[in-house]
């Protein structure tokens, strides 16, 4: 069984247009993340959703729009995508409170994006 | 802010030899966790081993283990027996023990088993 998974693997889209990244978890956690990976693989937070709840937004264009429907979901839309926006994005879940807590993250497979 | 360093971008090393890779860190917090990514080319990323800045013993999983200095800020990762599969991107991440726990990464280490 998929822990954390990502819908779709890979997107090819041109410029201008609106995209969403599906994220799903299924180990109960009560955190998820999305992070992003630039072409010098260096990857950083974008967002962090606790319960449904947006922890962590950082700098990040206003184009990028996280929903979290429930706390096993978490998906990334992206308004007028640009060609900089190509990139690999990957969720994570965690368990950051209460029962069964753990500091560690799990990824997904992540989504290859890009923008011609 | 916390930053990683991972001051070597590309290593090698000969199959069943051992290597180290280097991270070191910056941070005001004396709480907190440190993690080694790895991510081979299919992309996805894989836990190897974490340490807790509490325990002063050093993690060890199987073939990898951490040499933690606290003091210096150090986590470097050494892998015995190394094998071709170890060929990956690998990165040293810290995370916060309190308030936001996003990860931090570093910039990663290739490296490359030959056989």
């Known amino acids: 069984d998929t822990a954390v998974s990502q819908t779709p693997k890979y997107l090819v889209t041109q410029m201008g247009n609106d995209k969403s990244i599906k994220c799903e978890q299924n180990l109960g956690h009560d955190t998820m993340y999305w992070y992003k990976q630039d072409s010098k693989k260096f990857l950083k937070i974008m967002f962090s959703?606790?319960?449904?709840?947006?922890?962590i937004n950082e700098t990040v264009p206003n184009r990028f729009s996280p929903k979290s429907p429930d706390k096993a979901h978490l998906n990334l839309h992206i308004n007028s995508l640009e060609l900089g926006d190509s990139a690999v994005y990957f969720c994570?879940?965690?368990?950051?409170?209460?029962?069964?807590?753990?500091?560690?993250?799990?990824f997904g497979p992540g989504t290859r994006l890009t923008v011609t | 802010a916390q930053t990683v360093t991972q001051s070597q971008p590309e290593m090698s090393v000969q199959e069943a030899e051992t290597v180290t890779l280097s991270c070191t860190y910056d941070t005001s917090e004396s709480n907190y966790y440190l993690f080694w990514y790895k991510q081979p080319p299919s992309r996805q990323m894989i836990l190897v081993i974490r340490q807790e800045a509490y325990k002063q013993q050093n993690a060890t999983e199987n073939r990898f283990s951490v040499n933690f200095q606290k003091a210096a800020k150090s986590f470097s990762l050494k892998i015995s027996d190394s094998q071709l599969g170890d060929t990956a991107m690998y990165f040293c991440?810290?995370?916060?023990?309190?308030?936001?726990?996003?990860?931090?990464f570093g910039t990663g280490t290739r490296l490359t088993v030959i056989p």
């Open positions: 959703y606790n319960n449904k709840e947006l922890i």
């Open positions: 994570a879940s965690s368990q950051v409170y209460g029962r069964g807590q753990t500091y560690e993250q799990y």
């Open positions: 991440a810290f995370m916060r023990q309190t308030g936001a726990n996003n990860l931090f």
